[in-house]
């Protein structure tokens, strides 16, 4: 590894053995499986997919919270599992809907309880805390107890509490999770001012919100069942499609069997389709845009109306589609 | 979020090695002290209902014509019932929780030792149920008109705080165990609770067990510190006790040595397993 490196994976695996299985037939789920990946310093790197895609499980290997079964890792240097002791100063972790600390302690304290873990001296700690919370807009609050707060507000806490430690290489895993449009904004907010202020430190973000992805990160990686399918800046990523057209369609309900009708159409590469109250939703990836004609008649001929029907720009959502062959959604649901 | 991060004070020195070790356990003993106070209700718990108990005992005593330092002996084991639950539901079964809250992770994932979240919670506990233990001890004492006969108070000090440090260390190596047991944890602690009261002789001396059954006890601090210590503050104390003073506190010694040691050795058992199977963190698997 490299020092210019501030994450390496080497064919990294992990398979959990599930509890119940029989002893003569044991049951493993395999969570991730050779994933090589190299994030240099200073980058913001996502990794995207949906929910049981191995996200969470990269995540705990790196913050050396979880041994890989197979490959190796390294952060900030060194490797996760034979230098987990090199590897925690270096970093801190902040997950979505996580309810660390007390209740009964105040923010300032929660706060200062967990900088003293990283053995940070009182009047930096104080300083920061008192100055982190002005910038996330949480100093009015710097004397509420922690069960006090809205989900939102301390949401916003647990932010200032990675970032508190100035790590080397920070891991956001979902930090938006559960958090109102508001308050996701100004948490994206804080984070990419903190990376524009501090180009040598690393993010690593985890998020199955693509529009998240793709503002904020430099770099993205694709997964899903544990593998990671594509790995490049998400303009990048984007170009993958540039030669197919994208098209979203608001249609009358379905019935059954006009979805199948589309698989012997020319020209139709992928199609998602999302029932909705009322209506259904397509989204289509077209080689070229004289294919719509022939979806337009598959769907005339099985009585759907088009309520509305949209060209639009690829997003890292069709990308997604593109690998995997399903949405993120319907990936989710298969993977359940 | 209008103000920028640029006049943020950087981070130029970290605490390592036995500094970072007693940032850890003050700041992880803090929210024990503070919580204190901050939650009145507990002391109304941990100090009138154990005193309701210790009354009972009390009234049948006198019912009975026991001798007077049987009474002064079910005031002391009142008063000390207080830490022995304060171990058994904020110490042995601390961990479990943390791991439900996700503190565990980030106790793990921080440069500190985890022998020094435990020690901080001990110590923590330590403190907030001392006062506890006092309020008991004085409203008994006044309630009931205790009397006293102290033979060195710098021995009564020595022998609670071994005890103190037996007692923790044995819920610090609780901590790890239950962190291995996972979700049963509280119902460990519910079967532990009353039969610990009984083999303690929190109300009574516990020579009564007999010999053979009264050694078997003395494997929880609480018996022979007990004993010990009511030896040092009651006339009958050395009729009534089971072992000699020194032999006791060897014995707590002892104990106090294998505890934490057995709990530093369980601790990084368990968190090297958990991280082998997958389990330390996360409470779905």
Redesign the interface.
Known sequence: MTESQAIKTENLGRTYKIRGAKKGNPKELVALSGVNLEVPRGEFFGLLGPNGAGKTTLIKILVTLLAPTTGRAFVAGHDVARQPDAVRPRINMVSGGESSGYGLLTVRENLWMFGQFYGMDNPTTLQRIDRLLEVVGLKDRVNTKTSDLSTGLRQKMNIVRGFLTDPEVIFLDEPTLGLDVSASRDVRRFIRDWVAERPNRTVLLTTHYMAEAEELCDRVAIINAGKVLACDAPATLKKRLQREVIFHLDISPLRNGTLNAFDRLPGVRKVVHTPQDGKSELELILEADDALSGVIGALTSHDAHILNLQKREPTLEDVFVDLVGMSMTEAEKAGG | ?A??????????????GW??FL??V???A??RV??QM??PMWIFFETFLPFLATCGYVFVYRAIRAPEDFVGFAVMGGAMTAFWLNVMWLMASQLYWEKE???L????????SLMAILLGMAIGGLFATSLRAAVVMILGTWFFHIHFVVSSFAQLFAVFLLTMVALYGLGMMFASLFLLFGREAWQIVMMLQEPVYFLSGFYFPVKSFGFVMAMAASLLPLTLGMDAMRQLVFASGPTLGFLSVPVEVAVLVTLAIAFLVASKLWIDRILQLA????T???RR?
């Open positions: 979020m103000t920028t991060l640029a006049s943020l004070p950087p981070v130029t020195h970290t605490d390592q500094r970072l940032r850890t003050v700041a992880r803090y929210p503070v919580g901050r939650e809250t996700g503190n992770a980030l106790y793990i994932m921080a440069p500190n991280r082998h199977e997958g330390l963190t996360d698997r």
